[in-house]
């Protein structure tokens, strides 16, 4: 066989580097070659991480609620006084409660208080939430008026309907122009709890209106639109859609406004006086305790005592109200 016709093999070309390194290889920094990727450190996370980034409002909570909170109940059972620590005396703060007209004035006022505020602030704020919810001109204007109470101080709003109210103020002088005499708003025993009722119920609408706007603002049309197909009127739709798509928010503001008018004080304070009112014939629970335990001969363990009542009778009232609405879902 002649050399020309032997076939000759051609040999194999080298494979060309692909760039990827074999599997046995893979995860292991080759010797003299850097590795192209960074390598990433995964500290370890301390149990006691969380906890340092809640230190300062567990702290702050600790001292200007815990802390007082446990305070009030220890003296609740002590004769202490603003500059003598007292004794144990075991129940007879409250004992001595049972006994004290001034106690139950307050008690009446408080509860009176919650029945005169409360339906005002539920039903208010949602027909005022229905009628800002409109997108027509110069909406914003009314919105942004309706929410000015909310955001201007107690004392100032107080002030104000103070001069209002007065016996010289302006509306005794416009119902004296109109021949109807003058009205002891401010002097008179019910019409003075009636007048702060009153100044409570209107600075709370803006703030319960925003509440409800945002529960409104989950009511599906739809709902409206079927209620109207089928002849449902404004009133009917308010009563059949609106009221129970928006009945866990009445129950929520319902439980807000509740305790916020049992622990009333500024409005009465502002209207009636330290003194509250005539003969203190307006003297809430909270006033009552401010009285009791300020001042250098302050009993400091009988307010205490006053306070423990309020509260347990605003977790009551937080208990009923939940209670009232788990009777209604079931």
Same mark, same amino acid.
């Given at each position: 066989m002649s050399a020309s016709t032997v076939s000759r093999t051609p040999a194999p070309r080298p494979a060309r580097p692909t760039g990827r390194r074999p599997a046995w290889l893979r995860g292991r920094r080759p010797a003299? &070659?850097?590795?192209? =990727?960074?390598? /990433?450190? /995964?500290?370890?996370?301390?149990p006691t991480s969380p906890w340092l980034f809640?230190?300062?409002g567990l702290l702050v909570t600790a001292a200007f609620v815990l802390y007082p909170f #446990?305070?009030?109940v220890v003296n609740a059972f002590t004769d202490r006084r603003t500059l003598v620590p007292g004794r144990f005396v075991g129940l007879a703060n409250f004992r001595e409660l049972l006994h004290d007209d001034?106690?139950?004035?307050?008690? =009446?006022?408080?509860?009176?208080?919650?029945?005169g505020v409360v339906p005002a602030l539920v039903i208010l704020p949602l027909l005022l939430a229905l009628l800002v919810q409109k997108n027509i001109p110069g909406i914003a204007f009314f919105r942004s008026a309706f929410y000015t109470p909310v955001v201007a101080s107690i004392v100032v709003v107080g002030l104000i309907w103070v001069w209002l109210l007065d016996e010289r103020g302006l509306v005794n002088s416009l119902l004296e122009t109109?021949?109807?005499? &003058?009205?002891?708003?401010?002097?008179?025993?019910?019409? $003075? $709890?009636?007048?702060?009722?009153?100044v409570t119920v209107w600075k709370g609408l803006g703030y319960y209106m925003i509440v409800y706007l945002a529960a409104l603002a989950n009511v599906p049309r739809e709902l409206h639109e079927?209620?109207?197909?089928?002849?449902?009127g404004a009133v009917r739709r308010f009563l059949t859609v609106t009221v129970p798509a928006v009945r866990s928010t009445m129950v929520l503001v319902a439980a807000l406004s509740s *305790?916020?008018?049992? @622990?009333?004080?500024? !409005? /009465?304070?502002?209207?009636?006086?330290?003194?509250g009112g005539p003969a203190g014939e307006?003297?809430? #629970?909270?006033?009552? *305790?401010?009285?009791?335990?300020?001042? $250098?001969?302050?009993?400091?363990?009988?307010?205490?005592?006053?306070?423990?009542?309020?509260?347990? /009778?605003?977790?009551?009232?937080?208990?009923? *109200?939940? &209670?009232?609405? =788990? @009777? !209604?879902?079931?």
């Open positions: 003299g &070659r850097p590795d192209a =990727r960074p390598a /990433v450190r /995964v500290r370890r996370q301390l809640a230190a300062p #446990l305070s009030t001034m106690f139950w004035i307050g008690l =009446r006022n408080s509860v009176l208080y919650i029945a109109i021949g109807l005499g &003058r009205v002891g708003f401010l002097s008179d025993q019910w019409l $003075l $709890l009636i007048s702060a009722m009153t079927a209620a109207a197909v089928d002849g449902a *305790v916020a008018a049992f @622990k009333v004080f500024s !409005e /009465v304070y502002l209207m009636a006086g330290p003194s307006d003297t809430t #629970l909270v006033m009552l *305790v401010q009285r009791t335990g300020t001042g $250098l001969s302050g009993r400091v363990g009988y307010a205490s005592a006053i306070s423990l009542v309020v509260f347990v /009778v605003t977790v009551v009232l937080m208990l009923l *109200v939940l &209670r009232a609405d =788990r @009777k !209604e879902d079931a």
